[in-house]
């Protein structure tokens, strides 16, 4: 058996002793004599599942009682529909877009109502966080939404916007505990799992209790009201449930690393190897503006499309695979989440440096 270094944008690299676990427990879950993947969803072993990784979630993060956490399905993509279906009271929202993923939500939203674009940095192909201090935000809007850290484009919001007084809604996914959260600021934030906690399949939701309501517009689903499953304690109908007891793991795995202070920590580092080497070398560049930079996915280029393949195909070779960028953006992007270990890291910039001196 051999394993790679997997820079994969999602479904992503996951930590080597969840896999281990989970291939341990795969025939006989704890004496069941049955897989998770097997398992009633209405069974005490599963229960018990579900509500240990809501448990783990929940301190990792610090979340208040006011908060219900929910799991889902259907991608974080629709979440771009549930959120204006369940909170677009007034038929008017914020968004700010900040790469392809807040786009689509933008537009999904106008679906709705009016959507309104209070910031965008689109007119430089989404390389920068725009200045959020200050923005034109409507009135009567019901909420002001964010993509948190732009997976395609590998920028981050550094300090979150100035919501003045309006509920904030988040997509985290690509950067979910990956660091602590100031909690307080946000009204709800949610991600689809396949980036950084778990396989693809499973969305969790946080919400604040109160928004929780039947009060949804007019022909909402019953499946797509966060009601119906907050209500059901995500078992409204069958869960996700392989991939929330694999979620569950990762949570144990981030605890047994020290939390999400120690993540932070360990992905600062991890990143400063990936951008010191870009800011240092002449045949590899990053993409971002250096205050925008993402901890999670660094797009980088050398300039000649020709090298950038050779380089993504040699880079193959050895043992890092998915270096290719977003079909929508080219070049290359290393996505370095929580479980890519410091030495895939380095190894990469070494293979890098190597590459660079052999093609001068
Ligand atoms: C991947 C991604 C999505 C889309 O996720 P799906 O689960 O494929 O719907 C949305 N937002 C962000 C930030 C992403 O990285």
Same mark, same amino acid.
């Given at each position: 058996? =051999?394993?790679? /270094?997997?820079?994969?944008a999602?479904p992503?690299?996951?930590p080597e002793e969840?896999?281990r676990e @989970? @291939?341990?427990? $795969?025939?006989d879950?704890?004496?069941?004599?049955?897989?998770v $993947? #097997? $398992?009633?969803h209405?069974?005490?072993?599963? #229960?018990a599942?579900?509500?240990?990784?809501?448990?783990?979630f929940?301190?990792?993060l610090?979340?208040?009682d006011d908060?219900k956490v929910?799991?889902?399905?259907?991608?974080?993509s629709q979440?771009?529909?549930m959120i204006?279906?369940?909170?677009?009271?007034?038929?008017?929202?914020?968004? *700010?877009v900040?790469g392809?993923?807040a786009k689509?939500?933008?537009?999904?939203a106008?679906?709705f109502?009016?959507?309104? @674009?209070?910031?965008? !940095?689109?007119?430089?192909?989404?390389?920068?966080i725009?200045d959020? =201090? &200050?923005?034109d935000?409507p009135?009567?809007? &019901?909420?002001?939404y964010? %993509?948190e850290?732009n997976t395609?484009y590998g920028t981050k919001?550094?300090?979150l916007?100035?919501?003045?007084?309006?509920?904030?809604?988040?997509?985290v996914?690509?950067?979910f505990l =990956?660091?602590p959260m100031?909690i &307080?600021k946000y009204?709800?934030?949610?991600?689809g799992?396949q980036k950084?906690?778990?396989?693809a399949?499973v969305?969790?939701?946080?919400?604040?209790?109160?928004m929780?309501?039947? &009060? %949804?517009?007019p022909g909402?689903?019953?499946?797509? +009201?966060?009601?119906?499953?907050?209500d059901?304690?995500?078992? /409204?109908n069958?869960?996700? %449930?392989?991939?929330i007891y *694999? %979620?569950?793991k990762?949570f144990k795995?981030?605890?047994s690393?020290?939390g999400? !202070?120690?993540?932070k920590?360990h992905?600062e580092?991890k990143?400063?190897?990936?951008?010191?080497?870009?800011?240092? =070398?002449?045949m590899?560049?990053?993409?971002v #503006?250096k205050? !925008?930079?993402?901890? $999670?996915n660094?797009?980088f280029?050398?300039?000649d499309?020709?090298?950038n393949?050779?380089?993504?195909?040699?880079?193959?070779?050895?043992?890092f695979?998915n270096? +290719?960028?977003?079909?929508?953006v080219g070049?290359?992007?290393?996505?370095?989440?929580?479980?890519m270990?410091m030495?895939g890291v380095?190894?990469?910039v070494?293979?890098m440096?190597?590459?660079?001196?052999e093609n001068?």
């Amino acid at each position: 058996m =051999s394993r790679v /270094y997997n820079f994969s944008a999602g479904p992503a690299v996951l930590p080597e002793e969840v896999l281990r676990e @989970a @291939a341990e427990e $795969m025939l006989d879950y704890k004496g069941t004599g049955e897989s998770v $993947m #097997e $398992m009633s969803h209405r069974s005490k072993e599963f #229960e018990a599942i579900i509500q240990e990784a809501e448990k783990d979630f929940r301190e990792l993060l610090g979340l208040p009682d006011d908060f219900k956490v929910l799991f889902l399905q259907g991608g974080a993509s629709q979440q771009f529909a549930m959120i204006p279906m369940n909170f677009m009271k007034n038929k008017k929202a914020a968004y *700010i877009v900040t790469g392809q993923w807040a786009k689509k939500a933008y537009k999904e939203a106008q679906i709705f109502g009016e959507a309104v @674009a209070v910031a965008s !940095s689109e007119d430089k192909t989404f390389s920068y966080i725009p200045d959020c =201090s &200050d923005l034109d935000i409507p009135e009567d809007a &019901d909420y002001l939404y964010i %993509c948190e850290n732009n997976t395609i484009y590998g920028t981050k919001f550094k300090e979150l916007p100035n919501a003045k007084g309006h509920r904030l809604i988040s997509d985290v996914s690509s950067c979910f505990l =990956s660091e602590p959260m100031d909690i &307080d600021k946000y009204s709800m934030f949610y991600g689809g799992a396949q980036k950084n906690i778990g396989p693809a399949g499973v969305v969790i939701a946080a919400i604040r209790e109160d928004m929780i309501t039947e &009060d %949804c517009l007019p022909g909402t689903p019953t499946m797509l +009201k966060y009601k119906t499953h907050a209500d059901a304690d995500s078992l /409204y109908n069958t869960p996700p %449930c392989y991939g929330i007891y *694999i %979620c569950g793991k990762v949570f144990k795995w981030i605890k047994s690393m020290g939390g999400l !202070s120690a993540m932070k920590e360990h992905n600062e580092k991890k990143a400063a190897i990936l951008y010191d080497f870009l800011d240092s =070398s002449d045949m590899f560049k990053g993409t971002v #503006e250096k205050g !925008s930079r993402s901890l $999670m996915n660094v797009p980088f280029v050398t300039g000649d499309d020709e090298l950038n393949a050779k380089f993504i195909s040699e880079a193959k070779a050895a043992g890092f695979i998915n270096l +290719k960028g977003h079909r929508s953006v080219g070049g290359m992007r290393a996505s370095i989440y929580n479980a890519m270990p410091m030495e895939g890291v380095t190894k990469l910039v070494e293979f890098m440096d190597k590459f660079e001196k052999e093609n001068k």
